[in-house]
């Protein structure tokens, strides 16, 4: 298994003190493995067992990859921001009472700038065959701002992908290697969005076809 030295994980964790989010995940999966698998932060559920993609999101990420007979022992998991970002909000309970709650919130590009030493390290090391982005914060840390999760998802592409060449940087530089993305739908998109199913459910039919296509060419 693959685990981040301490020292990247300390690098991160200093890079992101003053923002709004608590906690640190590590990325969790083999070296080399078939599929690297970048989400957008962890949630609150990721936050008390320490491991990624543990919630209903993560049940949802497990069927895609049992559809395409693959599991969680099989794949690298890992987020463009490492810490869960939050923002306070008010819950009426079930009595009337109001209580106030740290809800889930999307990061913002500071906080990725800030744990992108951390993905950079992962994405050298860990060396995977393919690498599926799960929504727009996971495309775009990889590809930009212009590339967008409605026009890409499903597509395999082969391109340069965003990194931090020096610690002080506020910008992406471009790697000069290529890598092998597919885009694809975050699996808590369909809670909000049940119209994106059927679009998630080919795209990983197609992520199992493109990795058998490059199994057939390893073997050539």
Partial sequence: MFRIPEMIAQLGKERIEGFPVE?????????????????????????????????????????????????????????????????????????????????????????????????????????????????????????????KITELHGQLLERPVQYLQGLDDKTFEWTEQHYRIVPTFHPASIFYRPSHRPNLDANWLAIGEILKRMKEEENE
């Fill in 23 to 147: 906690g640190f995940i590590y990325g969790e999966g083999p070296q080399k493995p078939e599929l690297m698998l970048i989400g957008e932060a962890p949630g609150e559920f990721e936050l008390v067992d320490g491991i990624p993609f543990i919630g209903r999101a993560g049940k949802e990420l497990m069927k895609s990859l049992e559809t395409i007979g693959l599991s969680r022992e099989d794949v690298y998991i890992t987020s463009a921001v490492r810490s869960r970002p939050y923002r306070w909000g008010e819950k009426r309970e079930r009595d009337g009472t109001l209580t106030t709650r740290k809800y889930n919130r999307p990061p913002t590009r500071q906080e990725i700038l800030a744990h992108a030493p951390v993905l950079d390290y992962e994405i050298a090391n860990v060396k995977p065959k393919l690498i599926v982005t799960l929504g727009n914060v996971g495309l775009q840390r990889l590809l930009g701002k212009e590339a």
